[in-house]
T-cell receptor
Framework: AQRVTQPEKLLSVFKGAPVELKCNYS??????LFWYVQYSRQRLQLLLR??SRESIKGFTADLNKGETSFHLKKPFAQEEDSAMYYC???????????FGQGTRLTINP | DGGITQSPKYLFRKEGQNVTLSCEQN?????MYWYRQDPGQGLRLIYY???????QKGDIAEGYSVSREKKESFPLTVTSAQKNPTAFYLC???????????FGQGTRLTVV
């Protein structure tokens, strides 16, 4: 069975500081991994996916198969980054997404 | 305006009553999903459907039922058998071959 673990329920950093949201997964195959974000009063939306190797809003995430991790990073946090972040996994050939518990990120001015 | 719509936004029901949450999408997606969002527990999959007239149980299907009579619609019924129904419910849809899931605004159900 697949599992996604986000060890931090809450994370608070100051504006301009680096931020890292941790995500670990358990899955024996090759997963597809995603980060979803939910800003206040907005719907949950895709932030980035590992296959695209893209940077969105300054965020990047690298899949580390050895450590089974997909941590989300941003070098300089901004106040508008405050939101709920969910890491998600899809197994090969599967249609369902498995989500982690979520991390509420607060950026302090 | 394309997207996925959940209604109502807030729903109150008395204990012991069944209640149905609506989810409609005009994105022409084949796959649809129902998640339950609880504080500290993330999103947990209730049911999902990959095609009309077919659906599969997710991780927490007990006390819930769904139907998929039309591609655009995937209603969720919370039955009286669900022990702790008060929660925030999210519906999502996705192209079967696609990677991104699109979410509705959610329905907050309160059972009193």
């Amino acid at each position: 069975a697949q599992r996604v673990t986000q060890p931090e329920k809450l994370l608070s950093v100051f504006k301009g500081a680096p931020v890292e949201l941790k995500c670990n997964y358990s899955y024996s195959g090759s997963p597809e991994l995603f980060w979803y974000v939910q800003y206040s009063r907005q719907r949950l939306q895709l932030l980035l996916r590992h296959i695209s190797r893209e940077s969105i809003k300054g965020f990047t995430a690298d899949l580390n198969k050895g450590e089974t991790s997909f941590h989300l990073k941003k070098p300089f946090a901004q106040e508008e980054d405050s939101a709920m972040y969910y890491c998600a996994l899809r197994a090969q050939g599967a249609q369902k997404l498995v989500f982690g518990q979520g991390t509420r990120l607060t950026i302090n001015p | 305006d394309g997207g996925i719509t959940q209604s109502p936004k807030y729903l109150f029901r008395k204990e012991g009553q069944n209640v149905t949450l609506s989810c409609e999408q005009n994105l022409n997606h084949d796959a649809m999903y129902w998640y339950r969002q609880d504080p500290g527990q993330g999103l947990r999959l209730i049911y999902y459907s990959q095609i009309v007239n077919d659906f599969q149980k997710g991780d927490i299907a007990e006390g819930y039922s769904v139907s998929r009579e039309k591609k655009e619609s995937f209603p969720l019924t919370v039955t009286s058998a669900q022990k702790n129904p008060t929660a925030f419910y999210l519906c999502a849809s996705k192209e079967v071959g696609g990677t991104e899931a699109f979410f509705g605004q959610g329905t907050r159900l309160t059972v009193v």
